[in-house]
C-alpha cells in the first residue's frame, strides 16, 4: 500500500471546483445529491465517498429538506461561508482526496454580469482550480422572447408600464456566457478548463409534446445555443461535456411515489444517450480520473 | 481556588477557610452565585462587520473606445464595420438582429466566439422583447456619444476553425447628418479610415415615400462623396448599400432598382467592392426578418478585406497587427 502513490491519506489530495450558475438553478441540489450518491454508488467503480469530512456544517442546513423530496430553502444558508468538502475516494485507481466544491450564490454571478466588478479574492481563488461546473435549467428560458410577426406590430398588453432597461433582466445565456468570458479573459485559470455543463431539472425534458432533443448535447445546442457556441469556439480556454441531471428524480415538493425510493436511487443522470444514477461522472472527468 | 461571601475570608488566596470549616462551609460562594458577567452588547459596527473585500473591475461598462478597439486588433484577424445613414434608418435594428440571431445558433457558418458588448447588445434588444412591456415596435436609438466607440464580437468559422474579431462602430444619425453638411464633422469619424466595410443604410420606408425619398437618397450621396474626396475610404473598403426595412419598400422596389444602378455607376470603381442589400431586421407585417440575407451579409463583413491582398494575409506577421490602427493615423 505504502508503495502505491495512490493510496494516500484523503488529506493530501485536495481538488476544488468551481460551481457557477444563476439563481436557483440546481447547484445546491446537486451537491445534496451528489453527496448521497457518494455514500450509495450504483457499481463498485463509482466515485464513492471516503469518510465524512470535518466541518459538514453547510450542507447539513438543507439536508432534511432534501431527504423529503421538498425544494431548498436558499435563504436559511448564510452568505458567506458557503464551503462544501467531500471525501472521495476513486476504487479503481485507489485515489482517495477532498473535494471543495464553494456553492456561492447564484446572485454573485448576476452580480459580476450587472455591476461590472467581482472580488479580487475570487480571482485569485480561480488559479487553483481543477474545473468548473455551469448550471444551467431545462425548465427555464435561455433568453427573452422578441416580439415578431404578429406581435412587433401589436400593443403588448403586459399588465403594467413599460419596463426600464435593467441589466438584471438581460437573457440568462448572455450573462451567464459574460461571466465564463470574465474567467476565461480575467482568472488565471489552467488552459484549458474543463467545464462540464449541467442541464438541470432533466425530468422536465421529454415529457408528452416536448419536441426540445433528449440529448443534454443536442440540448444545449438548441435552448441555449449562444452558450454552446462559446463553449465550442473557445477550445484554448475550455474543453467541455455537456450533461443532464434530475438531482430530485422529478419536480420538488411534488414527488409522489417517487418518495418511497431513496435520493440516490431516484436520481437521474444522463450523458448522450445514457442514464444512470452516477452523479460523480462529471467530477471524475473533471478530476481526470477517467 | 474559591470565593467567599467574608470580605476578610483568605480562602481565596491560599485555601485556608476564615472559619475553619473547610468546604462545608456555608460562606463558600457557588457557580451559580457568581454574578454573570453581562458582555456589552455588540455595537452595529461588530455585528454587521462584513469581511474585507476588495472588488475590481471588469470590461463591458461602455463600448470600445479607439485604445481599446487597438487591443483588440492586436490579436488577430480583425474587421472594423462602420455603419452610417439617417436617423431611425435601421442600424441599431440590424445590430440586435445579429445579437438575437446568435442566440438562436450559428451564422452563416460562423460560432459566436465572445465579446466585450453583451450589455450594449441586450440593452439594444430590449426594447423589442416582451419582457419589457413595450407597445409597438421601439428601438434605442444610436448615441452620437458613441460616433468613435465599437462594439465588440468575435466569431469563429464553423469551417475553417479561423478566429475572427469584429469591431463594430455604429455611427449616430445625427452625427451622419453632420458629417454630410461639412467635412469638418465628416473627418471626426475617425473608424472610417480603419474601416474594412462602411455600410451605408437607406431606409426602405424613406424610399417609398415620395416626400422622403429624394432627401434620404441625396443624403447618402453626398456623404459617400464625401468620406471618399476627404479619402477616408477608397479602395481598401468594401462598401454595403443595405435597404432596410424591406417590409416597407414593397410595391416600391423600382425605386430601390434605380438607385443600385445610380450607385454602381458612380461608386463601384472607388471602393474595392461594392454589395447592394435588402433586408428587413424587424419587419412591422408579419413577415418574418430576412435572416439568411442578414446572414450574408454577416459572414461578408467577417471574411472580406481589402485592406491587404487576400492571400497574403494569413502571412501578415503578428507585430504588424499591432500596427493596424496607427497606420491610419488613428
Given at each position: 500500500m505504502a508503495s502505491n502513490p495512490h493510496h494516500q491519506s484523503v488529506e493530501v489530495n485536495a481538488s476544488r471546483v468551481l460551481v457557477i450558475g444563476l439563481p436557483e438553478t440546481g447547484k445546491s441540489s446537486f451537491i445534496q445529491a451528489l453527496d448521497e450518491v457518494l455514500k450509495h454508488p450504483a457499481t463498485p467503480n463509482d466515485l464513492c465517498g471516503a469518510g465524512l469530512a470535518h466541518d459538514r456544517s453547510y450542507i447539513q442546513i438543507d439536508k432534511s429538506d432534501f431527504l423529503a423530496g421538498k425544494k431548498l430553502n436558499r435563504t436559511r444558508r448564510p452568505l458567506e461561508d458557503t464551503s462544501v468538502e467531500l471525501w472521495f475516494e476513486h476504487p479503481p485507481s485507489g485515489l482517495r482526496g477532498r473535494l471543495h466544491l464553494?456553492?456561492?450564490?447564484?446572485e454573485m454571478f448576476r452580480d459580476q454580469w450587472v455591476t461590472r466588478q467581482w472580488d479580487k479574492a475570487y480571482r485569485e481563488n480561480?488559479?487553483?482550480?481543477a474545473g468548473a461546473l455551469v448550471f444551467v435549467r431545462a425548465d427555464e428560458k435561455s433568453r427573452n422572447d422578441e416580439r415578431l410577426g404578429v406581435l412587433a406590430n401589436e400593443t403588448f398588453q403586459s399588465g403594467g408600464a413599460p419596463r426600464p432597461w435593467d441589466r438584471k433582466d438581460a437573457s440568462a445565456q448572455v450573462q451567464l456566457v459574460d461571466v465564463l468570458q470574465f474567467i476565461a479573459e480575467h482568472g488565471e485559470i489552467p488552459h484549458p478548463l474543463r467545464v462540464a455543463v449541467l442541464i438541470s431539472a432533466w425530468d422536465t425534458v421529454g415529457q408528452e409534446g416536448d419536441l426540445r432533443p433528449r440529448e443534454p448535447v443536442r440540448f444545449l445546442e438548441r435552448e441555449w445555443a449562444l452558450l454552446a457556441q462559446y463553449l465550442r469556439a473557445n477550445p484554448e480556454f475550455f474543453s467541455a461535456r455537456i450533461f443532464g441531471v434530475s438531482a430530485y428524480g422529478g419536480p420538488p415538493d411534488q414527488l409522489g411515489p417517487l418518495l418511497e425510493q431513496a435520493p440516490h436511487q431516484r436520481v437521474r443522470f444522463v450523458d448522450g444517450t445514457e442514464t444512470t444514477r452516477d452523479l460523480t461522472r462529471p467530477l471524475r472527468w473533471l478530476l481526470q480520473l477517467d | 481556588m474559591p470565593l467567599c461571601k467574608l470580605a476578610d475570608c483568605p480562602v481565596a488566596k491560599d485555601g485556608r477557610c476564615l472559619e475553619g470549616r473547610g468546604a462545608d462551609c456555608p460562606n463558600l460562594v457557588q457557580d451559580s452565585d457568581v454574578p454573570e458577567v453581562i458582555a456589552p452588547p455588540p455595537t452595529t459596527a461588530q455585528v454587521?462587520?462584513?469581511?474585507?473585500v476588495t472588488f475590481e473591475p471588469l470590461p463591458g461598462r461602455t463600448p470600445l473606445d479607439v485604445a481599446e478597439a487597438r487591443r483588440f486588433a492586436r490579436r488577430g484577424p480583425c474587421m472594423v464595420v462602420a455603419l452610417a445613414g439617417m436617423p431611425e434608418c435601421g442600424k441599431t435594428s440590424l445590430l440586435a438582429r445579429l445579437h438575437q440571431l446568435f442566440q438562436a445558433g450559428p451564422i452563416a457558418g460562423f460560432d459566436f466566439a465572445g465579446s466585450h458588448s453583451l450589455p450594449h447588445f441586450e440593452e439594444m434588444n430590449w426594447r423589442a422583447t416582451i419582457e419589457s412591456g413595450e407597445s409597438g415596435l421601439q428601438m434605442t436609438r444610436s448615441s452620437?456619444?458613441?460616433?468613435n466607440s465599437f462594439l465588440h464580437l468575435a466569431v469563429r468559422s464553423t469551417v475553417r476553425g479561423s478566429r475572427v474579431e469584429l469591431l463594430l462602430n455604429d455611427i449616430a444619425g445625427e452625427t451622419f447628418k453632420k458629417a454630410v453638411a461639412t467635412q469638418l464633422d465628416c473627418e471626426k469619424l475617425l473608424a472610417l479610415a480603419r474601416a474594412d466595410h462602411l455600410v451605408v443604410m437607406i431606409d426602405g420606408a424613406a424610399l417609398a415615400a415620395p416626400e422622403l425619398r429624394h432627401h434620404h437618397i441625396e443624403q447618402v450621396g453626398d456623404f459617400l462623396q464625401r468620406v471618399l474626396q476627404g479619402g477616408q475610404?477608397?479602395?481598401r473598403t468594401a462598401l454595403h448599400v443595405v435597404i432596410s426595412k424591406l417590409d416597407k419598400l414593397r410595391g416600391h422596389e423600382a425605386v430601390a432598382d434605380g438607385l443600385q444602378e445610380d450607385f454602381e455607376v458612380r461608386l463601384r470603381a472607388a471602393v474595392g467592392s461594392l454589395s447592394f442589400w435588402r433586408i428587413a431586421a424587424?419587419?412591422?407585417?408579419?413577415s418574418l426578418p430576412t435572416k439568411e440575407r442578414i446572414g450574408q451579409l454577416f459572414a461578408f463583413w467577417a471574411e472580406t478585406t481589402h485592406r491587404y491582398p487576400t492571400a497574403a494575409l494569413p502571412t501578415v506577421p503578428r507585430s504588424a497587427w499591432e500596427r493596424d490602427f496607427c497606420r491610419y493615423g488613428i
Open positions: 464553494p456553492d456561492r450564490k447564484g480561480l488559479s487553483g482550480i | 454587521s462587520k462584513p469581511p474585507s452620437s456619444q458613441f460616433d475610404c477608397g479602395l424587424r419587419p412591422m407585417d408579419d
